[in-house]
């Protein structure tokens, strides 16, 4: 075999005469088509195809852009057939001297499937111009049609304008010159991939279009782009994308949002007119979706999968469902107070709450806001994001809640991965959607003056919405309820291991969550709660709960003072407490400002609950003597299941000392289980229930998420074990069923000797005179890895490096009797940290930084 292009082996490349059918060619017109097929290859090896791949490049790439699934079915001798086409007059392909547009190229792929006398099963793959005409194809061949299966392309302008790199290059001034008198266009394209092509596979790309001559497909791709309604291809666009709505057949879609030409709106347009596609959006990726990620793997995953399957990982449901807003609704004479506001001071009892919340509700709807539309909330908590919660809940809208903690990158990919259809915000953030681009009809909280209304391209405002929801009736009956599987939520992960993800639940699942504190915590009506952790703006309420949110900077739990929590807890005489294990920490810094009021309410709080990362004793043993009334809990969950395990104070010492931290037995309704790791770290595929065996942490529970949102790949990592949701933490059972969690799987240490799990050791760390945290992290190749030490000093180190030799022998000696042996010692004024809780650990981060500072780089501090 000869290579024929980089990664291109020269078996596949063939050429085929096929009889035109084209009103643009004449009768008897044939044309030479070029093609990569594998069917000689699997005939070789005795593989009978099940199916076949026809996959279709745009402009103005050609079939070597699909190599990837090629290599894909060789290496793993795949039953796949695949026929990567030249469209005509691109590619290796003939040059036809004919103007062909949209309607012509879908004819053509036709007489070429036609002629290669396809008889079984057709998967459309299709990229950029080639996505639509591949569904030309696909919508009038339907009993044909297996699969569909698209990357970065669009259906249809949808109302959108012409992207700019495509005005431009259709522009008269710029477009015989741009795309074929020069190579302009081409090298346009290729550098849009992230990271940058191999020159050789750059070389590739180039190599069919090397003359003018050989571009005349390239300048007529884009002079056919039907943007303009009275454009020659528009009314074909037009058929196709209306058509496109028949498709039952199941759909994948893999997209690159950093594509400038086509964007996640065309993403969102394709899943309303496909809305049973599975999606993956690969973050960092770009319009050559398939050159910056591996794509080739999932596509034949999702082939051989049951593409209809569902999240096994929930339990049976505790109980009967009921709605989110049942308790409000229950409450409609109720003058008690419902939610306070500390600043400005500010109140609403359960009867005005209802209230508000149906006003608000009907203005929404008047403004279109209807079941299943994703409204982005980027409201601090308090009064008004509690009013906005329960009115989407009312009209079955989905919520989206991407913390601000996220940064201004985080969040903007956060809010363009979930698409909303209206995006609600204070001033700050409508501002951050003009100059980023946020996707969704703008809404501001407050009135805004008419010029600046404008600058942020703001449509309504909340007290406009109010005002017309008072005018119309808004009694709850008149709302139609939300079907308990809908979507309700779409609640962002604090991107702490990657960028943040949404993860989505229904109505069902977010009654099991709030059924699953009462039952774990008591919390009930009557029930008084201090939420200084976001989340729990969602439930209070539905709990039936008088909760407050304390004066606080709610993206930056550090910023939480001891009077502000106790300021919370005296406004509703608090009976339970919720704040972060980093918020905890500065409340204690901060006790002395509290006075004799204060601590008297503090005493009378009869649950304290933190979260969001372990939590050592001796800094509970602190907090218990704020509360000391309480029983101090530390429920260990994650975005995607909170809380699955519960444990006390008194449990934790009951427990005593072990390998990482221990975080109770499973709550109500759910179950824990191990899958155990090999000596690389990798986990298996069989939950165990053996003490003492290290694994990834598995979990199911009637509140588990539905699934993750727009990210199919990492959905089915999660769901690989049936039954069980993967948490990506490792841990093991005790002899009492106890959890103890060392670690995540992704900071697993593969040494010479097996794989070492960070936390114990780091706790070891800790325990040194003059040590503060510490992070365990490995530096080699996997196998062979090397265990570095990265720690804090007290008071912090004024410069990054190597510790002292007296430092590093008293830590070594201390992680010692944990079993590891450590490699190096080095310190740090600070360890980086994800932003909302302020407490996890980036590990990744200073694992690359101690590989460079151990080789003698100078790199700067993470």
């Not at 529970?701 to 069980?724: C, F, M, N």
């Amino acid at each position: 075999m000869t290579e024929l292009f980089p990664g291109v082996d020269g078996i596949y490349s063939n050429y085929l005469e096929v009889p035109s059918t084209s009103k643009v060619d004449d009768p008897g017109t044939l044309h030479m088509w070029h093609l990569l097929d594998n069917e000689d290859e699997l005939l070789a090896r005795g593989i009978e195809p099940i199916g076949t791949l026809v996959c279709v490049h745009g402009n103005p790439t050609w079939s070597y852009l699909w190599r990837s699934l090629l290599n894909h079915v060789s290496a793993n001798a795949l039953p796949w057939r695949v026929v990567a086409v030249d469209q005509l007059d691109m590619g290796f392909s003939a040059r036809t001297g004919k103007f062909r547009r949209l309607a012509d190229r879908v004819n053509d792929l036709g007489d070429l499937i036609d002629s290669l006398g396809l008889s079984g099963k057709v998967t459309t793959v299709g990229h950029d111009w080639g996505g639509v005409i591949s569904l030309g194809w696909a919508i009038s061949h339907q009993n044909q049609l297996a699969n569909v299966i698209l990357t970065n392309t669009a259906i249809h302008p949808a109302g959108f304008e012409l992207p700019a790199a495509l005005k431009l290059a259709s522009h008269p001034a710029v477009h015989g010159w741009g795309t074929k008198t020069t190579s302009a266009f081409l090298q346009v394209t290729h550098s849009l991939a992230q990271p940058a092509l191999d020159p050789e596979v750059r070389k590739a790309f180039m190599a069919p279009y090397t003359s003018a001559a050989k571009r005349d497909g390239v300048a007529n791709f884009v002079a056919d782009i039907p943007f303009a309604e009275d454009h020659p291809s528009r009314s074909t666009l037009n058929e196709i994308a209306q058509a496109v709505r028949t498709l039952t057949v199941p759909v994948l879609m893999l997209w690159g949002p950093k594509d400038p030409v086509f964007s996640d709106r065309y993403l969102r347009d394709l899943m309303g007119r496909l809305p049973h596609a599975q999606v993956h959006r690969f973050e960092g990726a770009s319009h050559l979706v398939g050159e910056d990620k591996d794509i080739a793997t999932p596509m034949f995953d999702w082939l051989s999968s049951n593409q209809n399957s569902t999240n096994s990982s929930r339990a049976d449901s505790l109980g009967d469902y009921r709605p989110m807003l049942a308790e409000l609704d229950s409450r409609t004479t109720d003058h008690s107070v419902a939610v306070v506001d500390i600043n400005p001071p500010r109140s609403l009892s359960w009867s005005e709450l209802g209230q508000r919340v149906n006003a608000l509700a009907a203005g929404l709807q008047e403004i279109g806001v209807k079941a299943g539309d994703r409204v982005n909330l980027l409201v601090p908590p308090g009064i008004e994001l509690t009013t906005l919660i329960y009115a989407c809940l009312r009209l079955g809208a989905v919520i989206v809640v991407a913390d601000a903690g996220l940064g201004t990158k985080g969040l903007g990919r956060a809010i363009k991965g979930a698409g909303p259809s209206y995006l609600i915000g204070i001033d700050r953030a409508l501002t951050g959607a003009r100059l980023f681009n946020w996707p969704g009809t703008k809404v501001s909280v407050e009135t805004l003056p008419a010029a600046k209304r404008k600058l942020l391209g703001v449509e309504h405002s909340l007290p406009e919405l109010f005002e017309v929801g008072n005018k119309l009736s808004s009694k709850a009956s008149n709302f139609v309820s939300a079907e308990p599987d809908a979507d309700a939520a779409v609640l962002f992960t604090s991107g702490s291991t990657g960028p943040a993800k949404g993860v989505v639940y229904t109505h069902r699942q977010l009654g099991a969550m709030r059924d699953t504190l009462r039952e774990t915590y008591n919390l009930k009506a009557g029930s008084a709660l201090v939420a200084g952790f976001a989340p729990f703006a969602l439930l209070g309420p539905a709990l039936g709960a008088t909760s407050v949110t304390p004066d606080m900077d709610v993206t930056a739990p550090r910023t939480l003072t001891a009077s502000a929590l106790a300021d919370a807890a005296v406004a509703v005489d608090a009976t339970t407490v919720f704040a972060s294990p980093a918020a905890l920490a500065n409340v204690l810094k901060t006790k002395n400002s509290l006075d004799a009021t204060h601590r008297e309410t503090l005493a009378n709080v009869s649950v304290m609950l933190s979260a969001g990362a372990p939590i050592p004793e001796p800094l509970l043993a602190k907090v218990q003597e704020l509360v000391p009334n309480a029983q101090v809990h530390t429920p260990y969950g994650m975005t995607e299941a909170l809380p699955v395990t519960d444990i006390d104070l008194a449990g934790i010492r009951a427990a005593g000392q072990g390998n990482g931290v221990c975080v109770g037995t499973a709550v109500a309704g759910a179950k824990v289980a191990i899958a155990p790791i090999d000596s690389m770290g990798i986990a298996g595929d069989q939950p165990e229930y053996t003490p003492h065996v290290t694994g990834e942490i598995l979990v199911r529970a009637p509140h588990i998420k539905d699934r993750y949102d727009r990210l199919w790949i990492t959905e089915q990592v999660s769901i690989s074990i049936p039954g069980w949701h993967r948490t990506g933490d490792v841990g093991h059972l005790d002899d009492d069923g106890r959890l103890w969690v060392e670690g995540r799987l992704g900071h697993v240490l593969s040494t010479a000797k097996g794989a070492i799990t960070p936390v114990a050791a780091e706790h070891a760390v800790e325990s040194v005179a003059g040590a503060g945290r510490a992070a365990l992290v490995g530096v080699g190749p996997a196998g062979t890895q090397a265990a570095v030490v990265v720690m804090e000093t007290i008071p912090p180190a004024r410069k990054a490096g190597p510790a002292s030799n007296e430092l590093s022998q008293k830590v070594r000696s201390a992680v010692a009797e944990t079993g590891v042996d450590v490699a190096a010692v080095l310190i740090v004024s600070s360890l980086p940290t994800d932003i909302r809780h302020n407490s996890k650990i980036d590990r990744a981060a200073l694992a690359t930084w101690a590989t460079a500072t151990l080789a003698g780089g100078k790199v700067r501090q993470p």
